[in-house]
């Protein structure tokens, strides 16, 4: 009889540890997600995504770096659980997408008076192209190619708010928000323009992750309607 009771104890009390283990509190490992320059939309977007998770008791931790390019190879080296990319800019071979985020608008602003009216005009300009191992810069090299302007403009490698601090770029590629505070800034401080990209429609042909858009006038409010008419250039998604 003994036996039997000393069974049923032991019994009793692997069940309790087996409950103890699946049911105790863990703090759970962060997830951590590769998300850009702390000045970018993506960056902003992540931190909304850790706030989210938060709530749910899932701690966060969200990782400043240079651009997609930098954020893909953190995601494939593991240093990283999650990747906000800007869509076409890196290779995402052997990596799920989640969920696409947003649209990122691609915009060549341009300061007023620098006699820039079209992007072919931009040859001989100081213009910003994004961090070297940015999704920015990765799409400022296809159009430029595309426009035969490869090395045809002094190219900066800086985040696109610099426009703002230095008057001696004339131009900057963006890829972002049209809702972007930073854009939204920029654009309102009336010293800014828009160009169109007129050819669009081909370079959406010849690189399906681009798609054509119009971006209305008015859509800023520079000292008046910014662009003042609409115009047509391209966007993808941001993944």
Not at 28 to 40: G, H, M, Q, T, V
């Given at each position: 009889m003994g036996s039997w009771v000393k069974w049923i104890l032991a019994g009793v009390s692997l069940a309790s540890?087996?409950?103890?283990?699946?049911?105790?509190?863990?703090?759970?490992?962060?997830?951590?997600?590769?998300?850009?320059?702390?000045?970018?939309?993506?960056?902003?977007?992540?931190?909304?995504?850790?706030?989210?998770?938060?709530?749910?008791?899932?701690p966060v931790q969200v990782l400043a770096g240079d651009g997609s390019r930098d954020n893909i190879e953190k995601l494939r080296v593991?240093?990283?659980?999650?990747?906000?990319?800007?869509?076409?800019?890196?290779?995402?071979?052997g990596l799920e997408v989640v969920a696409p985020l947003y649209p990122d608008a691609v915009l060549f602003v341009v300061r007023r008076g620098r006699n820039i009216h079209s992007v072919s005009d931009l040859s001989g300009k100081k213009v910003l192209v994004g961090l070297d191992l940015s999704g920015t810069h990765e799409l400022a090299q296809i159009i430029l190619k595309h426009y035969q302007l490869q090395g045809a403009l002094r190219e900066s490698q800086q985040y696109f708010t610099n426009l703002a601090k230095d008057p001696s770029l004339d131009a900057a590629f963006v890829a972002t928000a049209l809702t972007n505070p930073d854009l939204v800034d920029l654009m309102n401080s009336g010293d800014f323009e828009i160009l169109p990209i007129d050819q669009a429609p081909a370079l959406a042909t010849i690189f399906p992750y681009f798609h054509t858009v119009s971006i209305p006038a008015g859509i800023f409010l520079g000292g008046g309607p910014v662009p003042p008419r609409t115009i047509q250039t391209l966007a993808l998604p941001c993944l």
């Open positions: 540890i087996l409950l103890w283990f699946f049911t105790r509190d863990v703090v759970p490992r962060p997830i951590r997600i590769a998300a850009s320059n702390p000045e970018s939309q993506e960056y902003r977007v992540a931190q909304g995504i850790g706030n989210v998770l938060a709530d749910s008791r899932h593991g240093e990283a659980d999650l990747a906000v990319v800007k869509g076409g800019s890196v290779s995402l071979q």
